[in-house]
């Protein structure tokens, strides 16, 4: 019990500061968004957000669901958040790396931007949130593997004792 208890705990332990990373990237994207939209500041300032942008904003469905399965080793929600983080966190992001490829290439070959974020070129501050984004996604779904792989296991050797106890009971 000792050893699985402690690997446990350090994998949530992880898949925590890893989705606390995920919140402030979601913070980001959702302030340049919600800034745009609502046109808090000039769009010279903050450009128009690129069509990625908005459906990676329901990435906040895999934090919540993993959130919800660490305190109780919630299978589930930790099944759910693995697949529910491809489609709104992974795919997002891919997405976006094709839909702003033609404008990082134009950057790089002419050295025009057409589009800034507080006088940075837009494609390059998203590209920069994108490359730590996958790292943490990608990380994400690895301790998240392991802890369903443990959590799995824990379940299968408690269903073996069960089994096991209630053939004693049944020989009694």
């Not at 997002?92 to 507080?118: D, N, S, T």
């Not at 390059?124 to 296991?153: E, G, I, N, P, R």
């Amino acid at each position: 019990m000792g050893y699985t208890y402690y690997f446990d705990a350090s994998l949530k332990s992880e898949v925590r500061k890893l989705n606390v990373v995920h919140l402030l990237i979601w913070l980001l994207v959702a302030a340049q968004v919600t800034v745009s939209h609502l046109r808090l500041v000039s769009h010279d300032t903050v450009s128009t957000p690129y069509q990625w942008e908005y459906p990676y904003l329901l990435s906040a469905l895999p934090l919540l669901c993993s959130s919800l399965s660490l305190p109780k080793n919630n299978i589930s929600y930790l099944v759910l958040s693995m697949i529910s983080a491809g489609l709104f966190s992974v795919a997002p992001l891919i997405y976006g790396g094709m839909e702003m490829f033609p404008v990082a290439q134009q950057l790089y070959r002419h050295g025009k931007a057409y589009r800034f974020i507080f006088g940075f070129s837009a494609v390059t501050v998203m590209y920069l949130v994108m490359v730590v984004a996958v790292q943490v996604h990608a990380w994400q779904l690895y301790y998240m593997k392991k802890l369903l792989d443990s959590w799995f296991d824990a379940t299968q050797e408690k269903k073996k004792n069960v089994v096991k106890t209630s053939d004693l009971r049944a020989k009694r």
